[in-house]
């Protein structure tokens, strides 16, 4: 069973549940516009998309994802900024982690 998506918030992602307990979601996230100063006289623009996954399998009260963030190790910038001098400084964004989860349902 498969379902998708597309946010406000520049996120697009599928999903993908099969009855033997056995999901995934892959998704695309960007960060939209904003200014960079208090004056609004710069604006950044990121072009970045990142790639998230998840993998999961359930069975009773039982659940386990594997999830990866950032899957292709892209280099990315979170947060630009510009001071009243002119100098840009750039937040680089998380590089790729991998994450497993258990969880019980009591």
Request: aromatic share 12%.
């Amino acid at each position: 069973d498969w379902s998708s998506d597309v946010c406000s918030s520049d996120l697009i992602f599928a999903d993908y549940k099969h009855p033997n307990g056995v999901s995934a979601r892959v998704q695309a996230r960007k960060d939209g516009a904003y200014y960079m100063d208090n004056a609004n006289s710069a604006q950044w623009q990121n072009k970045d998309v990142i790639t998230d996954l998840n993998v999961g399998y359930g069975k009773g009260k039982h659940k386990v994802d594997l999830m990866v963030d950032n899957v292709f190790d892209k280099r990315y910038a979170v947060e630009v900024s510009k001071d009243t001098t002119g100098k840009t400084t750039y937040s680089a964004g998380a590089p790729r982690a991998v994450l497993v989860n258990y969880s019980y349902q009591f």
